[in-house]
């Protein structure tokens, strides 16, 4: 079946760590995105990708960073410098433009500081 | 004030309740989406409108683009429609696309 596999579904993050959120997809989606969804508040996102080997910063890039090599994966790194990190982890893929395509998201992954 | 506003925040209904959720936005858009966010955290698109009306099933979304205000019903309500509701809207400005703009999203508990 077709669809977004995102791994870890848990990680945990010690002070002064790089971690990296896996994100792939089979549906041969051109663009892919990472979202980050706090308690009480719409998902905000952090950066996307529309085509292999290019990417642009979302809303909220600071202290994160992606890599796009390969059009089925896509993933985030959240940096040392994300001062806070904890959070719930979404990314989706569509296959042409954002808003006239229907979003396909991976089940998640929640982040939390040791 | 956010661009995007839901209401009610949280909703608790009796099963078979006829179930409104709505969604007002203050940009303009060339399509608005309504997602749906299970406990585990998933999400699932359930509609994309530009105009009109959209059904599926039990679900209903409608869009009113001059009143930039959108509803999303679930008629005959069940318990495993219990979820968070999540609308979002496809912000257009000067000829260019932006990215999704999401509203903070409807938890909704369906009792049986």
């Known amino acids: 079946d077709g669809g977004i596999t995102q791994s870890p579904k848990y990680l945990f993050r010690k002070e002064g760590q790089n971690v990296t959120l896996s994100c792939e997809q089979n549906?041969?989606?051109?663009?892919m995105y990472w979202y980050r969804q706090d308690p009480g508040q719409g998902l905000r996102l952090i950066y996307y990708?529309?085509?292999?080997?290019?990417?642009q910063k979302g809303d909220i890039a600071e202290g994160y960073s992606v890599s796009r090599e390969k059009k089925e994966s896509f993933p985030l790194t959240v940096t040392s410098a994300q001062k806070n990190p904890t959070a719930f982890y979404l990314c989706?893929?569509?296959?042409?433009?954002?808003?006239?395509?229907?979003?396909?998201f991976g089940a998640g992954t929640r982040l939390s500081v040791l | 004030k956010n661009e995007v506003e839901q209401s009610p925040q949280n909703l608790t209904a009796q099963e078979g309740e006829f179930i409104t959720i709505n969604c007002s936005y203050s940009?303009?858009?060339?399509?608005l989406h309504w997602l749906q966010q299970h406990p585990g955290g998933g999400i699932v698109s359930l509609f994309m409108l530009s105009s009109g009306k959209k059904k599926h099933g039990r679900l209903i979304a409608t869009i009113n683009i001059q009143e930039k205000h959108s509803s999303l019903h679930i008629t005959a309500s069940h318990p495993r429609d219990s979820a968070v509701y999540i609308c979002a809207v496809q912000r257009y400005y000067g000829g260019s696309q932006g990215n999704l703009i999401f509203g903070k999203g409807t938890k909704l508990s369906v009792k049986p």
């Open positions: 940009v303009g858009i060339s399509a």
């Open positions: 549906l041969n989606h051109d663009a």
């Open positions: 990708s529309q085509i292999v080997n290019d990417f």
């Open positions: 989706a893929s569509t296959s042409g433009l954002q808003g006239f395509n229907i979003q396909y």
